[in-house]
């Protein structure tokens, strides 16, 4: 490669460097092919927001009902984190070219999927914050991040790029919302017998939503997980 001279107000001062192109840049390695199309993953889209729109809106309405008052202020963190979730999802379904759709941006991907929501949401009464919170933080959200995890791994890397960076920030914020939700219950559960109401709202709850195939309404029977 030829050296070029800088040129200097004096011949001492030029400096010698080596010529660059302003395009010469990193190669992009992703590959531009994904498991789903952009019909399907406008569909998981509306999906991921029928989802988080109802956590948002069962943990406003439980606020009223949980006597712990540190609860409630760490509630409400979540749920505005949750809110703006449910609005990065709906601007992007434009985006995706599902036309009307856009109108009603969320959608349950089954009735078995909407009804496990609805057992969720279900414990309402003011002694019952360790069975609400326990459908939340130790299996709903959860779920979440597994499922957008594997989508960001499965889609196109290119194509579906802005999908890819809203739900990486999802994820960041729903690992701190999985740990602040078992740090409240591991204190709530001071007895053996708090322990097993926990268990059991987890076993029952994580039952509903195998049956319901997940947010997606698939389950990979291969895998042995809800995709």
């Known amino acids: 490669m030829s050296e070029r001279m800088y040129p200097g107000l004096q011949a001492d001062e030029r400096t010698v460097f080596a010529p660059y192109s302003a395009f010469e840049i990193p190669a992009d390695l992703r590959e531009l092919h994904g498991r789903y199309d952009v019909e399907a993953t406008a569909l998981r889209v509306r999906n991921f927001r029928y989802a988080e729109e109802w956590i948002m809106m069962m943990m406003g309405g439980w606020i009223a009902t949980i006597p712990e ?27 995706l070219r599902c036309g009307r759709k856009a109108l009603d941006a969320s959608e349950a991907s089954n009735t078995a999927f909407s009804d496990f929501i ?6 309402e009464s003011p002694p019952l914050t360790i069975e609400k919170l326990t459908g939340v933080f130790d299996v709903l959200i959860p779920h979440l991040v597994e499922i957008y995890e594997l989508h960001n791994r499965e889609t196109d890397a ?5 999908t890819i960076e809203i739900l990486e920030d999802i994820i960041r ?9 078992q740090d409240v219950l591991d204190a709530l559960c001071e ?3 708090l322990k097993q109401r926990r268990r059991d709202r987890a076993d029952h709850i994580r039952s509903l939503l195998t049956a319901s195939g997940g947010v997606t309404g ?3 029977t291969g895998q042995g997980s809800i995709n």
């Open 69 to 95: 008052l540190p609860v409630k202020t760490g509630l409400g963190k979540v749920i505005w984190e949750t809110a703006q979730a449910a609005d990065e999802f709906g601007k992007r379904l434009p985006e």
């Open 118 to 123: 609805q057992a969720v949401a279900e414990p």
């Open 158 to 162: 290119i194509c579906d790029a802005p």
């Open 173 to 181: 914020r729903k690992h701190n919302h999985i740990q602040w939700g």
């Open 191 to 193: 007895t053996d017998e």
């Open 218 to 220: 698939v389950l990979e």
